[in-house]
């Protein structure tokens, strides 16, 4: 079983930058793949980043590619959103997902494991 727990939210000016966090229990986090999603008021949610546990990779959805950046730090368990350049439209409750043994997808249903959210406003 694992825990996530998103934090790092908050109000921001269109134009500005925000990082979120996610902090994982458990003593195998580097073998999960970790991925970062956001659900919109209205709107399904929706796939933003992911990074692969084992390997290499960083994966984005197109209205975010150059913008944001995820990376994690596997000896704290911890896998971060960099968000520069925010624009309203980024406004939403962003989630940190798990997937073990996973390689970086896209996809809601390849992750097991999800956190509470934490929201994100852009003001313009």
């Known amino acids: 079983q694992v825990q996530l727990v998103e934090s790092g939210g908050g109000l921001v000016q269109a134009g500005g930058s925000l990082r979120l966090s996610c902090a994982a229990s458990g003593r195998t986090f580097s073998t999960y793949a970790m991925a970062w999603f956001r659900q919109a008021p209205g709107k399904e949610r929706e796939f933003v980043a992911a990074?692969?546990?084992?390997?290499?990779?960083?994966y984005y959805a197109d209205s975010v590619k150059g913008r944001f950046t995820i990376s994690r730090d596997n000896a704290k368990n911890t896998v971060y959103l960099q968000m520069n350049s925010l624009k309203p439209e980024d406004r939403a409750v962003y989630y940190c997902a798990a997937d073990h043994w996973g390689s970086g997808s896209n996809r809601m249903h390849e992750y097991d494991y999800w956190g509470q959210g934490t929201q994100v406003t852009v003001s313009s």
């Open positions: 990074i692969r546990g084992i390997g290499v990779g960083t």
